[in-house]
Structures are given as C-alpha cells and as structure tokens.
C-alpha cells in the first residue's frame, strides 16, 4: 500500500478501479504521521469520496 499525500493522483480500487486526486489525508488516533483515510476526488466525475487508504494502489506524484 503506497503512501499518498495532497495533491497527488492515485488509483484505488482492484477491479472496478478509478483515478482520483488526494484533496485532504487524515490521520489515525493512535499515530497522526499514518494516514489511514483520504479525501480523494473522482478526476472523471469529480465525486469527493473517503477512501481507506488500504484501497490506494498506485500513487502518481506531481501528476
């Protein structure tokens, strides 16, 4: 699982994947430097989802 950070884009998902632009990270309770939730906009649809960060698969930066 690649660690994404703002404004990077990034595919999520296995089979039915899409592509997205990280727009917010959050970080978990126990250790904020992990990210474990992002905030990622949909680039075909501009759909604004919570993605666990468990489904990021590939990280594109400076895209």
């Avoid at 939730?37 to 989802?49: E, F, K, P």
Wanted: glycine letters at 10%.
């Amino acid at each position: 699982m690649p660690q994404s950070r703002c404004g990077e884009t990034c595919i999520c998902g296995t089979k039915d994947w899409w592509m997205g632009q990280v727009i917010h990270c959050g970080g978990a309770a126990q250790d904020p430097k992990i990210h474990n939730l992002s905030q990622i906009a949909d680039v075909d649809s501009g759909v604004i989802r919570w993605v666990n960060a468990d489904l990021v698969t590939h990280v594109t930066p400076d895209c």
